[in-house]
C-alpha cells in the first residue's frame, strides 16, 4: 500500500540560515559513495502529488514504476520520447535532514534519498549503483541543480548552497540517473557502487 498525502510544498517553519549550512560543509564532504542504504522512495504521480510506498519497481522503460517522469516532457530525445538519462533522481538524506524535517523529504520531489555521498569526483557519470539485490542504475551527466521551487520550498540559502561551486561538485541538490537493471527496491535497502 502506498502512502499519499498532500505535503505543504512552501516549508512553513524557520529555513536554515546559509551560515549554518556552510558550517556542515566537513560532514558533507565526508559521506560515503561506496555503500549507503535507500532511506525513501518518492514517487511523484501528478505535479505536486507525492507517494512514498515501502518498495516500489524501477524498470528500463518507466524509471521509478507510477511516477511521472514518461509525461514529464522537460527533456526529450530527437524522436519526441522522454530522456532516460533524467528517469530518475537521487538525493542525499544528510542534505535533505540540514533543510527539512524527515517527514518534508518528499517535497524536494527526488524519486531516491539515500544515504550516501554523490559527489562527482568519486561517484562521476557512468558510475553504477547497485541498489537491493536486483536493480542497477547509472549515473548520467544531466546535472540536477536547484530552481525556484527548491527555493520556494527550503529557503533562498538552501538554492545558494547547494548551486555554489563546492555544492555542485559534491552534488548537494543530487543526481540524476537512468535505469539499466530493473528490478524492486525497498526503502532500508543497500546501495554499493559497482
Known amino acids: ?19 549554518a549550512l556552510d558550517a556542515r560543509l566537513p560532514e ?5 559513495s561506496a555503500t549507503g542504504t535507500l532511506e525513501l522512495i518518492v514517487v511523484r504521480p501528478t505535479e505536486d502529488a507525492r507517494e512514498t510506498p515501502a518498495t516500489a519497481e524501477l524498470t528500463t522503460e518507466d524509471g521509478l514504476v507510477g511516477d511521472r517522469w514518461r509525461s514529464t516532457r522537460t527533456l526529450v530525445l530527437p524522436d519526441g ?18 533543510i527539512a524535517t524527515r517527514d518534508r523529504w518528499p ?6 534519498v539515500v544515504e550516501l555521498g554523490l ?10 549503483l547497485a541498489i537491493g539485490s536486483e536493480a542497477v542504475v547509472e549515473i548520467t551527466e544531466e546535472p540536477h541543480t536547484g530552481c525556484a521551487k527548491f ?8 538554492l545558494k548552497f547547494v548551486n555554489s561551486p563546492e555544492g555542485r561538485a ?4 543530487g543526481i540524476n540517473a537512468r535505469v539499466v537493471t530493473p528490478g524492486r527496491i525497498s526503502a532500508g535497502d543497500a546501495i554499493r557502487r559497482l
Open 1 to 19: 500500500m502506498r502512502e499519499q498525502a498532500a505535503w505543504p510544498l512552501v516549508d512553513e517553519v524557520t529555513h536554515t540560515p546559509r551560515e
Open 28 to 32: 558533507l564532504r565526508q559521506l560515503s
Open 81 to 98: 520520447s522522454p530522456d532516460p538519462d533524467n528517469q530518475l533522481t537521487l538525493m542525499s538524506s544528510h542534505m535533505l535532514g540540514l
Open 107 to 112: 517535497v524536494a520531489g527526488d524519486n531516491l
Open 119 to 128: 559527489d562527482a569526483e568519486t561517484l562521476p557519470a557512468g558510475s553504477r
Open 151 to 158: 527555493s520556494a520550498r527550503f529557503g533562498s540559502d538552501a
Open 170 to 173: 559534491l552534488r548537494l541538490r
